[in-house]
């Protein structure tokens, strides 16, 4: 009950401060500048002086000033990242089980790639460093689920490095770069070294063949080719023979009966797909160890289940009706569903928050979207597997989304119904 | 299925007051009492510094129709009518009483035997003269609420006990603590507009409220009593009718009325009643004193003008690491830069936070989680709005509706990049409402 003193009026900056607190009021006199105003606004015609006897002995307080709300979730962008990356953990465990140590090394050579080139980069610029907030590492593990498990220890470096040093932080880091990073970091390594990420395949369990081992690191790919192990990926597969099969002049009879035998077979390992124990890119073969970390995500609300789950249906629906041999309507929608990366895709890239659309009709059409070009690019294109293409150009339509699913406003739309109630 | 309405969050509650009843505050030896405590005109001092006045009788005369006589809250001597410091930030006009530690009251403030039969007008009237403002916190003259035009009618009227702020149980403890009278006053609003339902929304944190009401209608059933899942911002207007009746009250300058609906706090209700039974003015309310920084939260009833400290000593006084004194809950409570602020009529608490909880966070760039699209009640995009208004591109803002948010904070709350988003928001659409005025004052002239 200190009175806004008429005893001072000349005391200029701190009129608020009685005499007889004055050793406390030092103490905060650097106190923040807000402060200030309204009490300097309280000096002129403050009017009564209270009688101050109580609070001779309590110091008068200095309340930190600001405007609601003053609360805060305890939610932050580093507990996201960190959460995202370690519902990646199953997977990554799956990988070194199908693939051997040499895979668990790739994605930690990719992740560490990943942080020391965003610690140096902003160092060299002299920026604030963001490698605590855990979005470098999550990209670099990505860049790395994405590549081949045959390939040699610089192409994880390489694409950590572009995804980092170009993709991102030019941008203005976190939250400002328009491409998915770790997306961008494959598509420069699949441009630069076309036979590295689409020929290093290594088929599941190779460690397991005789000289090999589970530390293995040296190892040919073209060499397993050579004897005679098919290391090519289910996707390469069906999408040869299906060509052959929908194209039969010309092609001698025992070419077609085995194009036919293979597609037959691949589609009948569907199983070994959700579970990861077949050839593809490291993170991207356990369908079902994905959908843990995934299912985790949903539970956190990390995730829309909008974009995921329409890409996929999208693709599923247009596998089953084009991917047949037979004709319309003849495909195998499971197969489309675990082939490839399109689960890796749909609930990891597919959701990057910073590179996809923030409203909910938006992220429902991009969902579709990216379904309908991993479609297009797996049964027209040039390259078996599309799903990181898809992203890439949709991420580039975000913005674009974003203004065109503006929700309708509270109040704008009144229904007749109620309009009469 | 419990009604609600879409978006919101779920701060979490810190009601740590519920359970203590409310304490009557002891008389305060001053108070200081604005001239203006609502939205609208102001009124015009008809005391002056060395009148002796009682308890209940006006300060001053209504400066016209959207506007609600002061009255002195303690008996006493005027000792000044000039500025004083005001919980809403600016210095106000303010009469200060010196109380004579005598509980006197004004004469003609008594029971009216025949209170149950008067009609629309004199419940108006006596609300107008008892200067009843909203004391959910927006303050509006709860006699203008209660006067809506004739082509628009209001068929239901909804009492709001949602209490959604953190901390805040004022309202909680005044519907366990006298719910007839609740209903009373919202039989008697009911009654002025001639509304044809009843609805009390009750958020299910409080389900001895709800039963305490449900209890108090009985077998008239004449009032339905919801309770509605926890959610903020259940307690903003708007909200609240969507979730009672799914209706929207159209955007700015859309008001509940255009959808049939009235909305008053349960506090109001009271000092309905109070005013219509007993012609009395509102003088004393509920307030909730709570947060990490004080020692003995607790409710207490305190007269009108009595200041902060007075409420905060009553309550153990400060924790030594309180750091912010609110007027209002957490979420959209205003920060204080001093105690010696009265109790207002929309005082609802006075939350004083520690050191921890009233850390500003530093702002880092958006991630597009859209976490704010999904939490705010109306619809907005609060990041690009933010972002625009930052930018101060404030045409664009416009487009996306700023003028339209309810300021509840709730994408500020959520916002894991810790961006202040309702804040330049609210920037924002200051800007364009000054911009609005200077436009419209520019063609008038």
């Not at chain 1, 397991?208 to 004897?227: A, E």
């Not at chain 2, 009601?15 to 009492?33: C, D, N, Y």
Request: proline fraction near 8%; hydrophobic fraction near 45%; glycine fraction near 10%.
């Amino acid at each position: 009950m200190v009175s806004p003193n008429d005893s001072a009026p000349d005391s200029g900056a701190t009129p608020e401060k009685p005499e007889e607190v004055k050793p406390e009021a030092k103490k905060e006199e650097a106190k923040p500048a807000q402060a200030e105003k309204p009490a300097a606004s309280a000096k002129p015609a403050a009017p009564k002086p209270v009688p101050p006897k109580k609070k001779e002995e309590a110091p008068q307080r200095q309340f930190m000033l600001s405007s609601s709300p003053h609360l805060r979730d305890t939610e932050s962008v580093q507990r996201i990242m960190i959460t995202v990356t370690l519902t990646l953990v199953p997977a990554m465990l799956g990988a070194a089980w199908v693939f051997g140590m040499r895979a668990l090394m790739l994605i930690l050579i990719g992740g560490a790639a990943a942080v020391v080139t965003e610690w140096a980069v902003q160092r060299v610029f002299k920026m604030r460093s963001t490698v605590g907030d855990g979005s470098a590492l999550l990209t670099g593990i990505l860049v790395s689920f994405n590549l081949p498990p045959g390939v040699p220890w610089w192409i994880p470096v390489i694409g950590s490095f572009f995804a980092i040093a170009i993709a991102k932080l030019p941008f203005g880091g976190l939250g400002w770069n328009p491409l998915n990073p770790a997306l961008v970091g494959r598509a420069f390594l699949l441009a630069s070294w076309p036979l590295h990420m689409t020929k290093d395949w290594l088929p599941a369990f190779w460690w397991k063949l005789p000289g090999y081992s589970f530390f293995t690191w040296n190892v040919s790919p073209s060499k397993l080719m050579v004897d005679g192990i098919s290391t090519a990926t289910p996707l390469e597969v069906a999408k040869n023979a299906l060509k052959i099969l929908k194209n039969p002049e010309g092609n001698p009879t025992d070419i077609l009966a085995t194009a036919g035998d293979r597609f037959a077979e691949i589609s009948s390992r569907v199983i070994d797909m959700a579970v990861g124990t077949i050839g593809g890119c490291i993170g991207e073969t356990s369908a079902i160890l994905i959908l843990i970390g995934a299912a985790y995500l949903f539970y956190k609300n990390y995730i829309d289940w909008r974009t995921p789950f329409s890409m996929i249906a999208v693709v599923a629906f247009g596998g089953w009706m084009f991917g047949g041999a037979e004709g319309l309507f003849t495909g195998d929608a499971l197969f489309h569903i675990f082939a490839g990366g399109l689960i890796l895709g749909a609930f990891y890239m597919a959701t990057d928050m910073v590179t996809t659309p923030i409203t909910p009709k938006g992220r429902l059409i991009f969902g579709v979207g990216a379904g309908l070009l991993t479609l297009m690019i797996r049964m027209i294109g040039g390259y078996p597997e599309g799903v990181s293409y898809a992203i890439l150009l949709m991420n580039l339509t975000t913005p674009l989304i974003d203004r065109w699913t503006v929700p309708r406003r509270f109040g704008h739309v009144v229904k007749a119904a109620d309009a009469k109630a | 299925m419990k009604k609600t309405f879409r978006g919101g969050t779920h701060p979490p509650e810190f009601k740590l007051t519920a359970g203590f009843a409310s304490q009557k505050l002891p008389l305060p030896e001053i108070v200081h009492i604005p001239v203006t405590q609502h939205i609208g005109a102001p009124g015009r001092v008809i005391v002056a510094k060395g009148d002796e006045v009682k308890v209940g009788q006006p300060l001053t005369e209504p400066g016209g129709f959207v506007s609600a006589p002061a009255h002195a809250s303690i008996a006493g001597t005027v000792k000044a009518v000039g500025n004083y410091a005001n919980p809403l930030g600016k210095e106000m006009a303010t009469v200060t009483i010196e109380g004579n530690g005598s509980d006197d009251w004004f004469e003609g403030i008594e029971e009216d035997p025949d209170w149950q039969s008067v009609d629309a007008d004199e419940i108006r009237a006596r609300v107008k003269n008892a200067g009843l403002a909203g004391m959910g916190g927006a303050a509006f003259p709860t006699h203008v609420k209660l006067a809506p035009p004739p082509e628009k009618p209001i068929d239901t009227v909804i009492i709001n006990g949602a209490e959604c702020e953190p901390f805040l149980t004022s309202d909680h403890r005044l519907m366990l603590e006298r719910p007839e009278d609740i209903l009373e006053g919202a039989r008697l609003v009911a009654r002025a507009v001639g509304a044809r339902q009843v609805f009390v929304g009750i958020e299910d944190n409080k389900p001895d409220a709800w039963e305490a009401l449900k209890q108090a209608v009985g077998e008239k059933n004449d009032i339905q009593v919801e309770m509605l899942p926890v959610k903020y911002p259940q307690g903003a207007e708007k909200q609240l009718i969507n979730a009672l009746t799914g209706r929207e009250v159209p955007p700015p300058p859309g008001l509940p009325m255009d959808v049939g609906c009235l909305v008053q706090n349960v506090g109001s209700c009271v000092a309905i009643y109070e005013a219509v039974r007993y012609r009395r003015p509102l003088i004393e309310r509920t307030v909730t004193v709570s947060g990490g920084g004080i020692k003995q939260p607790k409710n207490v009833i305190a007269r009108i003008g009595t200041p902060f400290a007075r409420l905060i000593e009553a309550a153990g006084g400060y924790e030594d690491d309180a750091a912010k004194l609110l007027m209002g809950g957490p979420m959209m409570g205003m920060s204080q830069w001093t105690d010696i602020v009265p109790v207002i009529k929309g005082t609802s608490g006075i939350v004083v936070l520690g050191k921890a909880e009233a850390s500003l966070a530093e702002e880092n760039p958006c991630i597009g989680c859209g976490r704010c699209v999904s939490v705010c009640p109306v619809f907005l995009l609060p990041t690009n709005i933010a972002r625009l208004s930052q930018l101060e591109m404030f045409d664009e803002a416009e487009e996306l509706g700023v003028v339209e948010c309810i300021e509840c904070g709730s994408c500020t709350y959520v916002c894991p990049s810790k961006r202040n988003l309702v804040q330049h928001i609210r920037f924002g659409k200051t800007t364009v409402l000054a911009n609005r005025r200077k436009q419209a004052q520019k063609q008038s002239a």
